[in-house]
């Protein structure tokens, strides 16, 4: 296991094809920080969104450089396009005009507890990646949508199944929520 | 692959130069258009039939200070016009212009499309949030049900059209229509199933219903009703940043024409079937946004609640009900002639 400084500079350089992918990559990786780190202290709600939305569009670029653009694509338009507007929207129509003010905090202890084990959780979930001993599987299928329905709908049905599953668990509860309203 | 590094740049600048013009041009046009149907001249000042007017626009605006009101979310409100334009133009890469102009040749172009469409989304919704205006909220709600209850029968159709044409490929869709206008997707007499080519032209009109939706225009503009709305989501905005939103839109009209030519009227092929060239499919882009514009001036705005039943209660209804016929017809042969 080579040490990463010795890493960065026996690696490929900048502007070899590897080196020039493996910014895309750390750049894909940026752009999931920063919208996370949006998302989670931002007080505007509707800014959290936003950055929800970007750190989805970051996770569509982790997709789109693992080889499958299926997978990327769809991410943009399920997460980007539908997940957060949603969330936007129900913001928007819920939430007061004031998202500003400093909401009193209940506890003064709250945020360093809450810091310390964000970064508890951060450091053991980083020694479980470097320690462990990684096996590589080799490839499968090329990521194209073609083998994605065939694999879904022969060795990985089941998934389909519980997909639907979750579906209708959804549509009956949609309903039962707006049926409550009605008299 | 040996490609010289010209050619990424020559469609780079070929695209923004394509985008530019239309997004100046297409203002004129509507100007002008709007002006014949309602028996005006339109823009008449500048230059020849004021043809230098878009230019006289542009000057004005980008000399406009760039204002930003007191109150409102400083960082979104700077960001949405440029998230409404960067889309439109990015998504011009996959479009297929001829069997030979296409920046990129992308096997999920489709679904590249619609996905960079739903960040344009994204753009009404938080420039209408940031502006911090009543009037800018309501549109930018009533924009996103709107957008959110057109994508499904779109999408819907497009399925219908990929699961005719096997790919999801802008270019392998056009190229499955080669040869006259009995081919195209429209009206496919000379496909397997007459029957299937009796219910193509509904998915037609449901696709280019849902088109006029999904860019906000008249008579579905519920997003910018001047009436009640002064001018929905982009009150708040002046100078360029109005500008961009207005580039945006018509960018998206152009992006929603190009997508209904090659999906349903046989992409860059003549109608009788000898000649293919980007000359037949700029004409058929440019017939359908005179058509757009043809029908924001004829018809006047409906109200929200019964563009929102037009869509669940009769649309998304009948295009999963060619869907279903479509995949009927596909796999039972000889299914009704």
Known sequence: MQSLSSQLANGPSLFSAEGFVGLIFLITIAVIIIGAFMATTSRRLVRCVAGLAVSFTGVAGIYYFLMSPFVAMMQMLIYVGAVSILIAFAVMLAAPEDHTGSGSRTNVLASPLGAGMAAMVFAALSILGIKTQWQSFPRQGSGDIEQIGYVLLTSHSMVFEAISLVLLIAIIGALVLARKGRS | ?337
């Open chain 2, 1 to 337: 692959m040996d490609t010289s590094i010209w050619e990424p740049i020559i469609y780079l600048v070929g695209i923004m130069a394509f985008a530019g013009l239309n997004a100046a041009y297409l203002g004129w046009c509507e100007r002008k258009g709007a002006g014949h149907i309602q028996r005006r001249i339109g823009p008449k000042e500048v230059g020849w039939f004021g043809l230098l007017q878009p230019l006289a626009d542009g000057i004005k605006l980008m000399s406009k200070q760039l204002l930003v009101p007191q109150g409102v979310d400083g960082i979104l409100f700077r960001a949405a016009p440029i998230l409404a334009m960067v889309p439109a133009i990015t998504s011009m890469v996959a479009i297929p212009f001829s069997e030979t102009i296409q920046a990129r040749s992308i096997d999920l172009s489709v679904l590249l499309i619609f996905a960079l469409a739903s960040i344009g989304m994204m753009a009404v919704l938080i420039g209408g949030w940031a502006s911090g205006n009543k009037y800018a909220i309501i549109s930018a709600t009533r924009s996103v049900s709107q957008n959110i209850a057109y994508e499904i029968p779109m999408l819907v159709t497009v399925i219908t059209i990929v699961m005719l044409s096997g790919s999801m490929n802008l270019e392998e869709i056009a190229m499955k229509q080669e040869g006259g206008f009995w081919n195209w997707n429209i009206f496919p007499v000379a496909g397997e199933s007459i029957a299937q080519a009796i219910i193509m032209p509904i998915s037609f009109i449901i696709f280019f219903i849902c088109s006029v939706a999904e860019t906000n225009r008249a008579p579905f503009d519920m997003a910018e009703a001047e009436s009640e709305l002064i001018a929905g989501f982009m009150t708040e905005y002046g100078s360029m940043g109005f500008g961009l939103f207005m580039m945006g839109e018509y960018l998206n009209i152009v992006v929603g024409a190009c997508l209904t030519t090659i999906l349903f009227l046989g992409g860059w092929y003549g109608p009788f079937g000898f000649t293919s060239s980007v000359f037949w499919f700029l004409l058929k882009i440019y017939i359908l946004i005179a058509t757009f514009i043809w029908i924001r001036w004829t018809f006047p705005r409906t109200q929200i609640y019964k563009l929102l039943n037009l869509s669940w209660k009769i649309l998304i209804p009948f295009s999963l009900a060619i869907l279903l016929l479509t995949a009927v017809f596909l796999k039972v042969e000889g299914f009704l002639i």
